[in-house]
Protein backbone atom coordinates (compact mmCIF):
# COMPACT_ATOMS: atom_id res chain seq x y z
CA UNK A 1 0.00 0.00 0.00
CA UNK A 2 1.80 3.44 -1.19
CA UNK A 3 2.20 6.18 1.61
CA UNK A 4 -1.34 8.44 1.58
CA UNK A 5 -1.60 12.16 0.09
CA UNK A 6 -2.06 13.78 3.42
CA UNK A 7 -0.69 13.26 6.87
CA UNK A 8 -3.08 15.36 9.71
CA UNK A 9 -1.84 15.85 12.68
CA UNK A 10 -3.98 17.00 15.77
CA UNK A 11 -2.41 17.72 18.71
CA UNK A 12 -4.82 17.79 21.77
CA UNK A 13 -5.00 18.88 25.42
CA UNK A 14 -7.51 19.31 28.06
CA UNK A 15 -9.94 21.01 25.01
CA UNK A 16 -12.98 18.01 25.47
CA UNK A 17 -16.06 19.77 24.40
CA UNK A 18 -14.13 20.56 21.20
CA UNK A 19 -12.49 17.35 20.29
CA UNK A 20 -14.94 15.18 19.16
CA UNK A 21 -16.24 17.64 16.44
CA UNK A 22 -12.18 18.38 15.11
CA UNK A 23 -11.69 14.70 14.78
CA UNK A 24 -15.53 14.18 13.05
CA UNK A 25 -14.48 16.67 10.57
CA UNK A 26 -12.10 14.88 9.25
CA UNK A 27 -13.54 11.50 9.38
CA UNK A 28 -16.41 12.79 7.37
CA UNK A 29 -14.60 13.84 4.18
CA UNK A 30 -15.08 12.76 0.96
CA UNK A 31 -11.78 12.46 0.12
CA UNK A 32 -10.03 9.79 2.23
CA UNK A 33 -6.39 9.30 0.68
CA UNK A 34 -5.63 10.34 4.13
CA UNK A 35 -4.18 9.33 7.78
CA UNK A 36 -5.14 10.89 10.80
CA UNK A 37 -2.75 11.48 14.06
CA UNK A 38 -3.90 12.53 17.23
CA UNK A 39 -1.29 13.40 20.28
CA UNK A 40 -2.40 13.59 23.50
CA UNK A 41 -0.01 14.41 25.77
CA UNK A 42 -2.01 14.43 29.05
CA UNK A 43 -5.51 15.49 29.08
CA UNK A 44 -7.77 14.97 32.09
CA UNK A 45 -10.82 16.39 30.92
CA UNK A 46 -11.97 12.99 29.57
CA UNK A 47 -10.26 13.84 25.71
CA UNK A 48 -8.50 10.56 26.05
CA UNK A 49 -11.39 8.52 25.84
CA UNK A 50 -13.13 10.44 23.08
CA UNK A 51 -9.90 9.77 21.23
CA UNK A 52 -9.68 6.20 21.86
CA UNK A 53 -13.13 5.57 21.00
CA UNK A 54 -11.85 6.66 17.43
CA UNK A 55 -9.35 3.98 17.87
CA UNK A 56 -9.77 2.29 14.77
CA UNK A 57 -10.10 5.17 12.71
CA UNK A 58 -7.07 7.22 13.66
CA UNK A 59 -3.90 6.56 14.94
CA UNK A 60 -3.74 7.71 18.38
CA UNK A 61 -0.31 8.72 21.00
CA UNK A 62 -0.09 9.50 24.49
CA UNK A 63 3.30 9.85 24.48
CA UNK A 64 4.66 12.80 26.88
CA UNK A 65 5.50 16.25 25.13
CA UNK A 66 7.17 19.46 25.49
CA UNK A 67 4.25 21.72 24.27
CA UNK A 68 2.35 22.04 21.18
CA UNK A 69 4.99 22.34 18.77
CA UNK A 70 7.02 19.66 20.39
CA UNK A 71 3.60 17.43 19.56
CA UNK A 72 3.47 17.96 16.56
CA UNK A 73 6.74 17.17 15.59
CA UNK A 74 6.56 14.02 17.40
CA UNK A 75 3.55 13.37 14.94
CA UNK A 76 4.70 14.16 12.02
CA UNK A 77 7.71 12.01 12.82
CA UNK A 78 5.20 8.96 12.64
CA UNK A 79 3.69 10.32 8.97
CA UNK A 80 4.19 8.86 5.74
CA UNK A 81 1.85 11.44 3.46
CA UNK A 82 3.05 13.04 0.83
CA UNK A 83 1.60 16.81 2.34
CA UNK A 84 1.22 17.74 6.32
CA UNK A 85 -2.02 19.45 7.71
CA UNK A 86 -2.19 20.61 11.47
CA UNK A 87 -5.47 20.96 13.02
CA UNK A 88 -5.81 22.28 16.41
CA UNK A 89 -8.61 20.06 18.54
CA UNK A 90 -11.06 22.95 18.64
CA UNK A 91 -11.44 23.84 14.94
CA UNK A 92 -12.23 21.82 12.19
CA UNK A 93 -11.97 21.22 8.51
CA UNK A 94 -14.96 22.22 6.09
CA UNK A 95 -16.09 19.12 4.59
CA UNK A 96 -14.53 19.44 1.28
CA UNK A 97 -11.60 20.69 2.11
CA UNK A 98 -9.28 17.58 1.76
CA UNK A 99 -10.73 16.88 -1.97
CA UNK A 100 -10.27 20.89 -2.64
CA UNK A 101 -6.70 20.76 -1.74
CA UNK A 102 -5.98 17.56 -3.33
CA UNK A 103 -7.45 19.33 -6.78
CA UNK A 104 -5.46 22.11 -6.47
CA UNK A 105 -2.10 20.47 -5.67
CA UNK A 106 -2.74 18.28 -8.53
CA UNK A 107 -4.02 21.35 -11.12
CA UNK A 108 -0.96 23.08 -9.95
CA UNK A 109 1.12 20.59 -10.48
CA UNK A 110 2.90 20.02 -6.90
CA UNK A 111 5.13 23.77 -8.05
CA UNK A 112 4.32 25.21 -4.58
CA UNK A 113 5.27 23.62 -1.01
CA UNK A 114 2.69 25.47 1.03
CA UNK A 115 -0.77 25.68 -0.31
CA UNK A 116 -3.06 28.09 2.49
CA UNK A 117 -6.67 28.80 2.37
CA UNK A 118 -9.23 30.79 4.16
CA UNK A 119 -11.37 30.16 6.68
CA UNK A 120 -14.30 31.04 8.64
CA UNK A 121 -13.84 32.25 12.28
CA UNK A 122 -16.45 30.44 14.39
CA UNK A 123 -17.18 30.77 18.35
CA UNK A 124 -17.67 28.33 21.02
CA UNK A 125 -21.07 27.13 19.90
CA UNK A 126 -19.68 26.84 16.10
CA UNK A 127 -21.32 29.96 14.86
CA UNK A 128 -19.55 31.87 12.24
CA UNK A 129 -18.48 35.04 12.67
CA UNK A 130 -16.68 35.89 9.87
CA UNK A 131 -14.24 34.93 7.52
CA UNK A 132 -10.11 35.68 7.61
CA UNK A 133 -7.79 34.99 4.68
CA UNK A 134 -4.10 33.99 4.25
CA UNK A 135 -1.69 36.47 3.34
CA UNK A 136 0.65 36.18 0.27
CA UNK A 137 4.36 35.08 1.78
CA UNK A 138 6.70 38.04 2.08
CA UNK A 139 9.63 37.60 4.32
CA UNK A 140 9.97 41.22 5.01
CA UNK A 141 5.89 41.40 5.90
CA UNK A 142 6.64 38.61 8.01
CA UNK A 143 9.50 40.09 9.64
CA UNK A 144 7.27 42.69 10.85
CA UNK A 145 4.13 40.23 12.07
CA UNK A 146 2.33 41.32 9.17
CA UNK A 147 1.89 38.12 7.36
CA UNK A 148 -0.47 35.44 8.50
CA UNK A 149 -1.31 32.48 6.86
CA UNK A 150 -4.24 30.73 8.43
CA UNK A 151 -2.74 27.51 9.89
CA UNK A 152 -5.82 24.95 9.69
CA UNK A 153 -6.28 25.59 6.44
CA UNK A 154 -2.89 25.00 5.07
CA UNK A 155 -0.82 21.88 3.83
CA UNK A 156 2.70 21.34 3.71
CA UNK A 157 4.70 19.45 1.54
CA UNK A 158 5.99 16.28 3.90
CA UNK A 159 9.67 16.80 2.17
CA UNK A 160 9.56 21.08 2.90
CA UNK A 161 8.73 20.01 6.24
CA UNK A 162 11.12 17.29 7.07
CA UNK A 163 14.09 19.95 5.75
CA UNK A 164 13.40 22.42 8.29
CA UNK A 165 13.62 20.17 10.76
CA UNK A 166 9.53 20.91 11.81
CA UNK A 167 8.52 23.01 14.63
CA UNK A 168 10.92 25.25 16.95
CA UNK A 169 9.49 23.12 20.12
CA UNK A 170 10.28 25.92 22.08
CA UNK A 171 7.89 28.83 20.45
CA UNK A 172 5.21 28.29 22.91
CA UNK A 173 3.04 31.11 21.15
CA UNK A 174 3.41 31.35 17.57
CA UNK A 175 4.84 28.06 16.20
CA UNK A 176 3.13 27.76 13.03
CA UNK A 177 4.04 31.41 11.59
CA UNK A 178 8.08 30.33 12.76
CA UNK A 179 7.09 27.68 10.68
CA UNK A 180 5.97 29.46 7.75
CA UNK A 181 8.88 31.69 8.05
CA UNK A 182 11.53 28.75 8.20
CA UNK A 183 10.26 27.51 4.91
CA UNK A 184 10.50 30.69 2.99
CA UNK A 185 13.88 31.55 4.47
CA UNK A 186 14.64 27.66 3.21
CA UNK A 187 12.91 28.95 -0.08
CA UNK A 188 10.10 27.31 -0.32
CA UNK A 189 7.17 28.67 -2.80
CA UNK A 190 3.77 29.13 -1.47
CA UNK A 191 0.56 29.31 -2.98
CA UNK A 192 -2.53 30.98 -1.42
CA UNK A 193 -6.16 31.01 -2.16
CA UNK A 194 -9.74 32.81 -1.15
CA UNK A 195 -11.72 29.36 -0.71
CA UNK A 196 -12.30 28.47 3.11
CA UNK A 197 -10.76 25.19 4.00
CA UNK A 198 -11.14 24.98 7.55
CA UNK A 199 -13.37 26.79 11.04
CA UNK A 200 -10.89 28.25 13.37
CA UNK A 201 -12.47 28.34 16.61
CA UNK A 202 -11.98 31.48 18.75
CA UNK A 203 -13.01 31.15 22.70
CA UNK A 204 -11.60 32.18 26.20
CA UNK A 205 -9.52 29.56 26.45
CA UNK A 206 -7.72 30.16 23.27
CA UNK A 207 -4.65 31.29 22.60
CA UNK A 208 -5.69 33.70 19.81
CA UNK A 209 -9.54 34.63 21.40
CA UNK A 210 -7.68 34.96 24.54
CA UNK A 211 -4.87 37.01 23.55
CA UNK A 212 -3.24 35.82 26.89
CA UNK A 213 0.68 35.17 25.45
CA UNK A 214 0.63 38.63 23.97
CA UNK A 215 3.49 39.80 25.87
CA UNK A 216 5.38 36.25 24.80
CA UNK A 217 4.30 36.64 21.29
CA UNK A 218 5.89 40.06 21.00
CA UNK A 219 8.78 39.08 22.43
CA UNK A 220 8.78 35.68 19.82
CA UNK A 221 7.83 38.97 16.84
CA UNK A 222 11.18 40.61 17.95
CA UNK A 223 13.50 37.41 17.69
CA UNK A 224 11.72 36.49 14.14
CA UNK A 225 12.63 39.74 13.13
CA UNK A 226 16.19 39.29 14.03
CA UNK A 227 16.29 35.74 12.44
CA UNK A 228 14.84 37.25 9.43
CA UNK A 229 16.55 40.73 9.08
CA UNK A 230 19.80 39.90 11.00
CA UNK A 231 19.11 42.99 13.12
CA UNK A 232 18.05 43.88 16.23
CA UNK A 233 14.29 45.60 16.40
CA UNK A 234 14.70 49.21 17.47
CA UNK A 235 12.63 52.31 17.48
CA UNK A 236 13.18 52.35 13.75
CA UNK A 237 11.37 49.03 13.32
CA UNK A 238 8.64 49.91 15.30
CA UNK A 239 7.86 52.98 13.33
CA UNK A 240 8.14 50.71 9.94
CA UNK A 241 6.06 48.44 11.69
CA UNK A 242 2.81 50.92 11.35
CA UNK A 243 4.05 51.48 7.48
CA UNK A 244 3.71 47.57 6.93
CA UNK A 245 0.41 47.21 8.74
CA UNK A 246 -1.11 49.60 6.66
CA UNK A 247 0.60 47.49 3.70
CA UNK A 248 -0.74 44.61 4.54
CA UNK A 249 -4.52 46.16 4.75
CA UNK A 250 -4.22 47.30 1.30
CA UNK A 251 -2.38 44.00 0.15
CA UNK A 252 -5.49 41.67 1.13
CA UNK A 253 -8.79 43.70 1.47
CA UNK A 254 -10.70 40.55 1.50
CA UNK A 255 -9.56 40.03 4.64
CA UNK A 256 -9.51 43.67 5.55
CA UNK A 257 -12.97 44.02 4.87
CA UNK A 258 -13.72 41.27 7.21
CA UNK A 259 -11.77 42.71 9.92
CA UNK A 260 -13.88 46.27 9.27
CA UNK A 261 -17.23 44.33 9.42
CA UNK A 262 -16.44 41.61 11.70
CA UNK A 263 -13.98 42.87 14.21
CA UNK A 264 -10.78 41.50 15.20
CA UNK A 265 -9.96 38.18 15.89
CA UNK A 266 -7.12 38.44 18.54
CA UNK A 267 -8.03 39.08 22.07
CA UNK A 268 -11.86 39.19 21.34
CA UNK A 269 -12.94 36.98 23.95
CA UNK A 270 -10.60 38.62 26.38
Not at 83 to 89: E, I, P, Q
Not at 224 to 239: A, D, G, M, P
Not at 247 to 255: E, F, G, M, S, V
Request: aromatic content about 12%.
Amino acid sequence: MGSPFFSIATISFNQAPFLGPAIESVLGQDFHDYEYIVQDPGSTDGSREIISSYSSRISASFEPDQGPADGLNKAFSRAKGKYFLFLNSDDMLMPDSLAKLYKWINSDDHRHHVYSGACSVIDTRGRHLRYAYSDAMNLMMAAYGQCILIQPSSAISAMAFRAVDGFNALNRSNWDGELFIDLALNGCQFARSCHALSCYRVHAASITGSGSLYAQQAEERRRLFTKITSKSYNERSRILADFYWLKRKLANPLDTIERLLGGPIYGSCG
